[in-house]
């Protein structure tokens, strides 16, 4: 018998399945989306990642005041312990500011190409007789534009001769004031007129010069600082400049014993690689639920085959007595299950994509971690790979009923009932 005809007779069994072999088919359209959505929205939320925690900058180091609870805590390093003490010791909760003088520290290490510090607070901005009160950030003006990640939509980036200039971000543009912020137009921040040199491409905080953010920021004084920002030369070599960073400013704060220090160095390098971990775990199980709808399907495709076997018994046995041979009757079960696969493949690809980009239309807009899964990424090598997993699964659950069928007796079949 031909192939051609084997696939004809399977696909006419399919056509005339009773409604248990449409229920199947049903299980497999719901396996197969469950794959396609959960694996589409991964993909989508790492592409996403990538991107936000690429523009973070794995250059970047961040020294902040105040030490974690715990030594090892993701993208943190305390350095050794100078005192002869155990590093690896939960770390003192003491504070202690960090200062001008710690940026100048900072900028002996080699592998240092930046160093900046910023104070932050949150300032009351009028514009068009409208006040709000928003987050503000002092900068070096000089260094700011080298070192931040931040892209303008705009208009420019602080220089050194500004001293009553801002950049806003696009939120306080268009969302905050919906009236709009013009180029170069001005604002009120506490009482003082700053005049508005560059628009960000996205964000909600207003950056200005650090000296005239100690004058509109309370209780910063002239020396203290929130956080410093590091710029590396070599990333590759950016754990050795944590570990230079720690020892440096331990040294110059007369800190001895790694219990007692009171800042962190925190890397984006280490925060990035520490998410993507986690969402990829997130993902393995994710799909790992998916795939025991597939097998839970497969087992469904096994039992339609048998009662298929049993209910074509007296067929069977009328086409072997006609001169079938067994490879054949075996194709074609074999090709009815692979049938059952590629249908509910086709169907369950379809609504995965449509319960992806239903999922990402519902959480497009939300704050927060459910921004991540806001993206889907479908590849064609995504909607290929379910297609033939489907069809694979099919035949597979199909081999041991259509071997059955191809060894019946045609006189045993023939006496079926």
Do not use: C
């Amino acid at each position: 018998m031909k192939l051609s005809k084997s696939f004809s007779l399977a696909l006419n069994i399919l056509f005339h399945s009773k409604l248990r072999s449409w229920l199947t088919i049903l299980g497999i359209i719901i396996g197969v989306a469950a794959v396609v959505a959960i694996v589409s929205i991964s993909q989508g939320a790492e592409q996403q990642l990538e991107d936000r925690l690429g523009g973070l900058g794995a250059d970047i180091l961040t020294i902040s005041p105040g030490a974690s609870r715990a030594a090892g805590r993701m993208g943190e390093f305390h350095g050794p312990d100078i005192g002869g003490q155990d590093g690896g010791r939960a770390a003192s909760t003491s504070q202690k500011n960090i200062t001008k003088s710690d940026v100048l520290v900072l900028r002996t290490i080699p592998n240092v190409k930046y160093a900046m510090g910023t104070i932050s607070g949150r300032a009351d901005v009028t514009y068009s007789s409208k006040t709000s009160s928003l987050s503000v950030q002092g900068v070096d003006p000089e260094i700011w534009k080298d070192i931040t990640t931040e892209t303008l939509a705009s208009g420019r980036f602080l220089s050194k001769a500004d001293t009553f200039s801002v950049v806003v971000g696009e939120n306080v543009v268009t969302s905050i004031f919906p009236e709009g912020i013009p180029l170069n137009s001005n604002i009120i921040i506490e009482g003082t007129a700053f005049r508005v040199v560059g628009i960000l491409a996205e964000g909600s905080t207003i950056y200005m010069p650090i000296a005239s953010a100690r004058n509109i920021i309370e209780d910063k004084g002239n020396e203290k600082l929130d956080s410093i920002t590091v710029k590396v030369k070599d990333v590759s070599i950016s754990d050795t400049t944590v570990e230079d960073i720690t020892k440096k400013l331990m040294l110059s704060r007369g800190i001895l014993k790694a219990s007692d220090v009171d800042f962190s160095v925190r890397s984006q390098k280490a925060m990035q690689e520490t998410m993507q971990q986690t969402l990829s775990t997130m993902t393995l199980f994710l799909g790992a639920i998916a795939v025991i709808s597939l097998i839970v399907g497969a087992i469904g495709i096994a039992n339609t085959m048998f009662t298929s076997v049993l209910e074509k018994t007296r067929d069977i046995g009328i086409m072997k007595a006609i001169g079938t041979k067994n490879r054949d009757i075996m194709l074609i079960f074999l090709f009815n299950s692979g049938l059952i696969g590629l249908v509910g493949g086709i169907g369950g690809i379809i609504l995965g994509i449509f319960a992806s980009g239903l999922i990402s239309s519902m959480v497009g807009t939300s704050g927060g971690a459910m921004r991540f899964i806001g993206n889907t990424a479908i590849s064609s090598g995504l909607l290929i790979g379910a297609l033939s997993v489907s069809v694979i699964i099919g035949m597979v659950a199909g081999v041991i009923p259509a071997y059955r069928a191809s060894k019946l007796k045609p006189v045993d079949a023939l006496r079926y009932e």
